[in-house]
């Protein structure tokens, strides 16, 4: 006889002894519903924990590269201040602060540098204020000063009306674009333009209204903000507020040498010489990026922490029930093997039921937690869970090794039983 046509008989019967365990596993399975049940509890929390930190850190992802898209990814902003905690507080704090001129003086510099990596910058200032139409009133909202050139640095939309031109920037117009929640809060049942609102106490003639833009991560709304001229933003407010510029970046795969570049010319316009450090920030999105990730890998450790141990206890679970199945069925594993089953069919049978509790406990794990992603997706929409594939794949196989693990020990026990002894048992 061929070596292929040993293998072809071969494979023949290990299909024919999976099938059989199947079949016997879940025999078993209906005959103890119950028990199954609460054995495969374990896994279920398990798995419901696995998925929904997976959910978890995939909505923050998402939700992270959304908030990113708003802010530009070929923005670099000259600030005070820099975008994560610092130890030295004090000497920060001490920090000139940077100048609105500081902007049209870098202008100057891009312009006369030949092969510049930057386009162009832009001056804004930020405070909070009140705005305010008739009986309507929104507290608190992101109140920013800046050019006609924003538009440039920025990848916001319209719902209506027009951003702020060069002569109503230069002329100090009291005009104003505003946030989409702010228009709907204020003018809920008609259009904005042309009506005239109060902010912070200052009539601003409403010329704009941006398009919805979302929230970062749920904490910070982009669609609640107003936006002047810049000149008007100094005559109604002030005009000693920290100012953040813009650049805007020719090439943002040349990310590295812009920054190099802006850091020189920053350097210029502040007058600093050779020896002394900088006394201003250049932020840009990989520094928020930093900041994510501490919080992803919090989530990551406490997810593996509870799934841990939910499994651990699920495995401890099945396994005594392997144990007590086996038990229960010493005579009948006793007569199989007296009647030629060999050690490997009788461990397969046992180690196919471990599985078998394990992936269904996996699949009920699975449709919990995608209902309990689609539930918070729904009452968060801010907030985008996300119940991918990837998930499932992930559950299942968890699940599977799980079973192997699990189920392995008492169906090893098994397939060793004497089977004279086995037919004894009582």
Known sequence: MSNRLIDKLLFRDFRIELLESFRIAFSQIRAHKMRS??????????????????SAIGGIEIGFERSLAVIGDDILYVEKWPWHNVDDWWNYRNRRRIEPQYADTLKRLIAATPNSNLITAVPTLNTNRSVKYGDNEVQNVFTQGTTEEFLVTSTATFKEGRFITAIESRGARNVCVLGYDVADALFPKQSALEKTVMIGGSPFRVIGVYGKQGTFLGLFSFDTQVVVPMSAFMKAFSSRLDTSIRVKVKDKEHLAQARDELTGDMRRVRGLR??????FELNAQEGLRSTIEPVKAGIAIAGLFVTSLALFVGAIGIMNITYVSVKERTREIGTRKAVGARR??????????AICICLIGGGAGLGLSFLMTTGVAAAFPSFPMQFSAGLVIVGMIVSTLTGILSGFAPALSASRLDPIEALRYE
């Open 37 to 54: 049940i609460l054995t495969a509890l374990g896994v279920i929390i398990g798995i419901i924990a696995v998925t929904l930190m997976g």
């Open 274 to 279: 050779p020896e002394q450090k900088d006394d």
């Open 344 to 353: 490997r069919t009788i461990l397969m049978q046992f180690l196919v039921e």
